[in-house]
């Protein structure tokens, strides 16, 4: 444990393993929601009817997306 520490510098960054296992559960937890709720905002009417894009691809871009911009701030940041 003490290697990841050191090696993220979480004591220089104000932050705990803990905090940052937290924060990335609650990412998770977040961006698998979107990609169900994303094709349901897109696709259906207040009546419940299917309208506009397909939810399957609708979804399937919303994961494609999420996973590279995930690549993109990790390579930035």
């Given at each position: 444990?003490?290697?990841?520490?050191?090696?993220?510098?979480?004591?220089?960054?104000?932050?705990?393993?803990?905090?940052?296992?937290?924060?990335?559960?609650?990412?998770?937890?977040?961006?698998?929601?979107?990609?169900?709720?994303?094709?349901?905002?897109?696709?259906?009417?207040?009546?419940?009817?299917?309208?506009?894009p397909?939810?399957?691809?609708?979804?399937a871009?919303?994961?494609?997306?999420?996973?590279?911009?995930?690549?993109?701030?990790?390579?930035?940041?």
């Amino acid at each position: 444990m003490n290697a990841i520490a050191s090696y993220f510098k979480f004591q220089e960054r104000g932050t705990t393993f803990g905090t940052e296992v937290r924060a990335g559960l609650t990412t998770f937890a977040v961006m698998a929601y979107i990609i169900f709720l994303n094709p349901i905002i897109l696709g259906v009417t207040k009546d419940g009817a299917l309208v506009g894009p397909d939810p399957v691809a609708v979804g399937a871009g919303t994961a494609l997306d999420a996973g590279i911009m995930t690549i993109a701030m990790g390579v930035i940041g």
